[in-house]
């Protein structure tokens, strides 16, 4: 049996998804390293804390601390896809000391542009307004996942499509509000010196193999994957390829 490593893993998962998008690389990659796999404030099983604060990535990332606190975890390889990534770059300028090695996935360091902005300002209020019904998933799901993917797996896109109309208001508000706030990360990610895993699919019309490489290009000694055929939810669209470039990667200095 394959040795586990030193740090665990922490996957925090993508934007308007939980935790069950993990699904199909949980169970591979727990053969080598701990996955532990949150859902995020607001999202899935997690309740969103009732506050008058404005909505901020930041108090996200305090709520991924008090979870490694509560774990007695010091240090984890911190990974995430999409908005998970965002949130990863959160928790490193919050607390660096905590951040092993990171795993971005389908990410990217810039900020919103104006336009991504308003748009995330229009889903805030149309989900206090008409609650997520379809129209989130309808709205999502053609930049989410690969033309193929799309075509040829509809089971999949069903899947996805549960999992996004499954997802409170509330939380769905919430957490546009706190991703249009977010700064950029370029310089955060430049002066890192953890091990660093840049996953990106080829055809990801959300954050295209542009940003993967410009991420990739400013940490020192870091890997970039790109995955043929897959869009902006990789560990959905191709786990196989995920748990792959995760495992192959997993620094040997995590090992006991």
């Given amino acids: 049996m ?18 069950r998008m993990w699904n199909a690389v949980r169970e591979p990659l727990a053969s080598r390293v701990r996955v532990i796999t949150p859902d995020q404030r607001g999202l899935g099983r997690s309740p969103l804390p009732e506050s008058d604060r404005e909505p901020s990535l930041e108090d996200a990332a305090r709520d991924v601390v008090a979870l490694l606190d509560r774990l007695e975890l010091d240090r984890v390889v911190l990974g995430g896809c999409s908005m998970g ?25 810039a900020p919103d ?49 549960e999992i996004i109309e499954s997802q409170p208001a509330a939380g769905v508000s919430w957490t546009a509000l706190a991703l249009r706030n977010r700064p ?14 840049v996953i990106v699919g080829e055809e990801d019309a959300i954050t295209p193999v ?25 560990p959905l669209e191709d786990p196989a390829g995920v748990v792959e470039a ?8 995590h090992e006991k």
């Fill in 210 to 234: 542009a940003a993967a490489s410009a991420m990739a290009e400013v940490m020192a000694g870091s890997t970039l994957v790109v995955l043929p055929g897959a869009g902006h939810l990789t």
């Fill in 113 to 161: 542009t104006p336009e991504a902005a308003q748009s995330r300002l229009d889903v805030a209020a149309r989900a206090e307004r008409e609650g997520t019904g379809s129209w989130l998933a309808e709205a999502n799901l053609p930049n989410l996942l690969a033309e193929a993917t799309r075509t040829r797996r509809p089971e999949l896109v069903e899947t996805v499509r």
């Fill in 85 to 109: 990534g965002y949130l990863a770059m959160a928790v490193l300028r919050l607390a660096p000391e905590r951040v092993g090695g990171l795993v971005l996935i389908d990410t990217k360091a």
């Fill in 184 to 197: 950029d990360s370029l310089d955060l990610l430049r002066r890192t010196a953890v091990p660093a895993l």
């Fill in 2 to 19: 394959a040795r586990m490593t030193e740090l665990p893993l922490v996957l925090l998962h993508a934007f308007p998804l939980d935790s």
């Fill in 246 to 253: 995760i495992l192959s990667w997993y620094p040997a200095t």
